[in-house]
């Protein structure tokens, strides 16, 4: 059984920072994509980001330019960096990660409001 346990979240202000993240119990260079997925009050989970065993990432639209995610395979952590919030963002933050079959964090808050 793969663990995966998301830290890192809180509350922030409108602008502020934080960094998610995502501690894999098994070795993360054997999943092919590593991801964070959010899902806000009374809307679907939606891709935030995604990063592959290459070290390939993709974004979705709405954070481009301010999130980042990484994966540090010699500490089977995936982070993600978020820059300029805003209370758009506000939702729960998990950790995903896939081959052949998919695994699940518990999830983190993130909550942005002045």
């Known amino acids: 059984q793969v663990q995966l346990v998301e830290s890192g979240g809180g509350l922030v202000q409108p602008g502020g920072s934080l960094t998610l993240s995502c501690a894999v119990s098994?070795?993360?260079?054997?999943?092919?994509?590593m991801s964070w997925y959010r899902q806000a009050p009374g809307k679907q989970r939606e891709l935030v980001a995604a990063?592959?065993?290459?070290?390939?990432?993709n974004y979705a639209d709405s954070v481009k330019g301010r999130f980042t995610i990484s994966r540090d395979n010699t500490r089977d952590t995936v982070y993600l960096q978020m820059s300029g919030l805003s209370p758009a963002d506000t939702a729960v933050y998990y950790c995903?990660?896939?081959?052949?079959?998919?695994?699940w964090g518990q999830g983190t808050q993130v909550t942005v409001s002045s």
């Open positions: 990063v592959t065993s290459y070290g390939s990432t």
């Open positions: 995903n990660a896939r081959k052949y079959v998919e695994y």
């Open positions: 098994r070795a993360i260079s054997n999943f092919n994509v």
